[in-house]
């Protein structure tokens, strides 16, 4: 299995055509001139395989009970960082859009939680999930992230194998828009 370094997985993202130049509206609202598409990523499973050892590798010695990742796109980077640490992993869903825990999963006080995330640029989708940890009084140990985009503060250690800032916009401040340049919208979070 391939090993990952920030070089290897920038080049990673620019041969797999997940780095994209353009106008784009990003899930949270804001809009950047590049965005990484990362489902160009976890459909490599060897590149899934390898940034899930690195998560799990760093967060080990916190001894995380279980992986809980967000949906649709933190489940297949959950499985495999569970699978790497030997322990369960869950996933929070939207249930009448709220971030909920279904499918009968459930987290104790005795939880010791990793959340894991594909690409954090605002954080709210990890916060979403930290919400629900704490809301079933589960203990957060840390955050596992393949690429932040922009830092955040969970309030626990975080990890990012890449950190690449990628400056982002409000759309009232957004030059492209500006510039009456079209815009495409291809994240995940929808209202």
Avoid: W
Wanted: charged residues 20%; proline residues 6%; hydrophobic residues 45%.
């Amino acid at each position: 299995m391939p090993n990952v370094s920030n070089v290897d997985l920038t080049a990673a993202l620019h041969e797999r055509g997940a780095l994209l130049e353009g106008h784009f509206r990003l899930s949270s609202g804001r809009h950047s001139n590049r965005f990484i598409q990362k489902f160009r990523i976890l459909e490599s499973p060897p590149l899934v395989e390898a940034v899930a050892r690195e998560i799990a590798a760093h967060f080990r010695d916190a001894k995380p009970s279980v992986v809980v990742s967000a949906a649709v796109g933190g489940i297949v980077l959950g499985y495999e960082v569970a699978r790497h640490l030997g322990t369960n992993g869950i996933f929070v869903e939207k249930e009448n859009g709220v971030a909920t825990l279904r499918r009968s999963f459930a987290l104790t006080p005795q939880d010791r939680v990793l959340v894991v995330e594909d690409v954090v640029t605002t954080g709210l989708s990890v916060r979403e999930v930290l919400d629900v940890v704490r809301a079933h009084g589960a203990h957060p140990v840390g955050v596992g992230v393949i690429v932040e985009r922009g830092a955040a503060d969970f309030g626990v250690e975080t990890f990012a194998i890449l950190k690449m800032p990628i400056v982002s916009y409000a759309p009232e401040e957004c030059p492209q828009c500006a510039a009456s340049e079209p815009i495409t919208d291809p994240g995940s979070r929808r209202n």
